[in-house]
């Protein structure tokens, strides 16, 4: 059988230390309701959404349609349609983003074989790779690697060449001449639209086949400038940076428009395709434009980055709609607008009508900030449950462009058995008059007055200190802006340099809180409260490497992110990191007063959250790095039932939530890295682990449950580096692989699927 993805290598590293601690897993979960503007944010945990292409596929073979959602250099995520024909009901699955190849640039689904099966298309390493689509024994869809594209050019002698896509750029891929068989549309090196044309009908080729010619260097007939100016039968572009092109029959007339969207400009360009019915035996040639769709009546799109559009069926009433989304940068929330546009097809035969519906589709129904979460859980109303303050870097402003945050605060609205948070607000504090560019928050007495003030850092790496003017720590704080931007004991002002991000924490255990402060370098300063005297604050600098730890050693900005807390059954306090690439890490050492320790890491990537990952093809080469996804996490027990939960904030300013769980595993943690290959990726009968062979003479191989359970183990020699595991008799699941050779340790997760 084969399988979904194929040869994905991880980077693995070497251990400091041997002794690897036991760590209680969390598992995600969806189970916590959140509520807002009066109806259930029924996806509230997927993470938000910035830069965001979409596609269909029934991913669970139900006969519904459900919707993929690919955010370059972020994340892949899939949601199920729970709903009727007519009527969709997308949730968060993100267990069916487990079964796509990693992926690069553009995801665009479509059927070439003509079986019934979505199949992919993304950029890979050569512009065009294909995946064939098929279902396993789950009835979940999986990819099979098919092939790269390439086409022989008479004017590059020298062999088969690539069919090229820009970076950045989307192409469409439609049956644009009619013949059955998919083309491949895209914009060239120099700007003009090519038409890479499949032979597979004209050569009777076997429909599972793909043969590519270059069959036009100027398709379409028009050019566009920078300045937007379109101008018809001519040939190439100046704006040809970042296009991202949709072909469909807008006017329902036989042939192919356009909707294309660029870097350069906000809007979207809609050009009428003028071959049918006129000229049905000539070449495409655009003859009427529109260089802000809509304008004529409509609701123009208005997107700061790189608009895209897509022609999916995303109500599920047998007509596609149009999505026109964000394609590259921040993207993001903004504060007027979200900038996802949902035009709704109402079109009656020969009459195009496609009206607007949301500038926020799906992202009403997420917990979104715009850029880079921050969650706090802190019992704000005092009634012994946890509440959920998130801020962020910020929303994208419509006018500016600029970024602004402000701070969501969610109730937990929990009663027995059924935990939920309720939004109050999504602007706590009135932060929006401040026009703060990043709001981290944290809680705890500064002022040393026996109430819990308030700490927000921001992207410029100064800190904002509100003081708790109430009465008792047992009533609502009131909190109150005292120092809008915070000194030190000397009346300096505290600056990390960038990415402000507190905490307070007794770190000398002399019964006074102090504040630790993450920073774009990835370290911890230490100011120490040295104040005598309630109600005043005094903060004395002791170091600028607290622990002498750094998240993301291997690189120089990593925006560390401090929590402190229990995580486990334990009793003890751990200080975890959130990091610029997405890891969690987790040290011990804090809780034992010494200012001046050495902080022992115990995970790298706490809890095996996957967070980031580096991007292979098919064939095992690094073709990219899934970066600046950022981690920044908080802890509790939310429902109040003795459970622990973790909510994890991520660059697209949304949040994910895990369980804790049942069992406890032995982790592994990295510093260096090493070469292992863990394929495929998921496997069905047996699962092949290659790695450099070292001086040690074994490595210790063992498989664990999601919930620390070993299933599996053995040693193998460390030469000539390759072991191969049955897995046939583990049922279907997620699963993870560790390899111990002296002092190194690796580890993955892996899925098995039939």
């Not at 890979?124 to 390439?150: A, H, I, M, P, R």
């Not at 929990?414 to 109050?424: A, D, E, K, R, V």
């Not at 092949?688 to 191989?701: A, D, H, L, T």
Request: hydrophobic fraction near 35%; charged fraction near 15%; glycine fraction near 10%.
């Amino acid at each position: 059988m084969k399988n979904c993805t194929l040869s994905i290598i991880f980077s693995l590293c070497c251990l400091v230390n041997s002794n690897s601690r036991a760590q209680q897993l969390y598992l995600p979960d969806n189970g916590i309701k959140v509520f807002a503007y009066g109806q259930q944010q029924t996806l509230a945990w997927c993470g938000g959404m910035n830069n965001s292409q979409f596609a269909m596929a029934d991913l669970n073979h139900d006969g519904l349609q459900d919707l993929v959602v690919f955010q370059p250099w972020g994340s892949l995520l899939t949601f199920i349609n729970k709903g009727v024909a007519g009527a969709p009901d997308y949730r968060y699955a993100p267990e069916f983003a487990l079964n796509f190849p990693p992926l690069m640039d553009y995801l665009v689904m479509a059927d070439y074989n003509r079986d019934g099966i979505p199949d992919l298309f993304h950029k890979g390493t050569t512009g065009v790779e294909v995946y064939k689509g098929y279902y396993n024994s789950l009835n979940q869809l999986c990819f099979t690697f098919f092939k790269d594209l390439f086409y022989n050019d008479p004017l590059m002698p020298g062999g088969p060449v690539n069919v090229f896509v820009n970076p950045g750029d989307v192409p469409s891929i439609v049956d644009v001449d009619g013949d059955g068989d998919l083309d491949i549309i895209t914009y060239s090196l120099v700007g003009s639209i090519s038409l890479y044309k499949n032979m597979q009908v004209e050569l009777g080729l076997p429909a599972d086949s793909i043969h590519i010619e270059l069959a036009d260097r100027c398709w379409g007939k028009f050019g566009q400038s920078i300045s937007g100016t379109v101008t018809l039968g001519a040939c190439g572009n100046s704006a040809h940076d970042g296009h991202n092109l949709c072909l469909l029959d807008y006017d329902m007339d036989g042939d192919y428009d356009a909707l294309i969207g660029n870097s350069y400009f906000n809007q979207i360009t809609y050009l009428k395709n003028g071959r049918m019915p006129y000229y049905p035996s000539g070449p495409d040639s655009m003859v009427a434009y529109d260089t802000a769709w809509q304008s004529g009546g409509g609701t123009p799109v208005n997107i700061y980055s790189m608009p895209a559009a897509y022609n999916i069926d995303v109500d599920q009433d047998g007509k596609k709609d149009i999505i026109v989304a964000p394609n590259a940068g921040l993207g993001a929330s903004g504060v007027s607008s979200q900038s996802f546009y949902y035009y709704k097809n109402l079109s009656t035969t020969g009459s195009p009508n496609y009206v607007f519906q949301s500038d926020s589709f799906l992202v009403d129904k997420m917990i979104d900030l715009g850029t880079a979460a921050f969650p706090m859980l802190f019992d704000y109303n005092k009634d012994g449950l946890p509440d959920l303050f998130i801020g962020s870097d910020g929303y994208l402003q419509d006018s500016t462009r600029a970024l602004r945050s402000r701070i969501s605060y969610y109730k937990n609205t929990s009663t027995s058995g059924n935990p939920s948070f309720t939004l109050q607000t999504d602007d706590f504090l009135g932060l929006n008059i401040h026009n703060f560019k990043g709001a981290a928050p944290a809680t705890g007495d500064l002022d040393n007055d026996g109430t819990s003030d308030l700490i927000l850092g921001h992207t410029d790496g100064t800190l904002s200190f509100y003081r708790n003017i109430a009465s008792s720590d047992a009533i609502t704080p009131d909190w109150q802006l005292a120092q809008l931007v915070l000194k030190d004991i000397n009346g300096d002002t505290i600056n990390t340099g960038y990415h402000a991000t507190p905490f307070i924490y007794d770190v000398d255990k002399d019964g006074k809180n102090d504040l630790i402060i993450g920073n774009i370098n990835g370290t911890l300063a230490y100011y120490q409260n040295v104040s005598t005297t309630p109600h005043a604050i005094s903060l004395k600098l002791v170091t600028l490497n607290l622990g002498h730890i750094k998240a993301d050693p291997k690189t120089m900005y990593s925006i560390s992110v401090p929590f402190i807390g229990k995580s486990d059954t334990t009793g003890t306090d751990y200080l975890f990191l959130g990091s610029n690439s997405g890891n969690i890490y987790r040290f011990s050492g804090i809780a034992d007063g010494d200012t001046t320790a050495t902080y022992t890491m115990l995970d790298s990537q706490f809890s095996f959250i996957d967070t980031t990952y580096n991007t292979y093809n098919h064939q095992g080469m690094l073709y990219g790095v899934y970066s600046n996804l950022r981690s920044a996490i908080a802890i509790g027990d939310i429902a109040g039932d003795g459970s622990s939960y973790l909510i994890n904030g991520d660059t697209r300013g949304g949040v994910q939530l895990y369980k804790q769980g049942k069992g406890n595993v032995k982790t592994p943690f990295i510093t260096n890295n090493t070469n292992v290959l863990v394929y495929p990726n998921p496997a069905s009968n047996q699962l092949n682990i290659s790695w450099q062979p070292s001086s040690q003479k074994e490595v210790q191989i063992s498989i664990t449950d999601m919930e620390g359970r070993q299933l599996f183990a053995t040693n193998a020699p460390s030469a000539p580096g390759h072991y191969t595991i049955p897995v046939s008799m583990l049922t279907d699941g997620v699963y993870v692989c560790i390899l111990l050779s002296g002092e190194g340790r690796f580890y993955n997760k892996f899925t098995v699927v039939r």
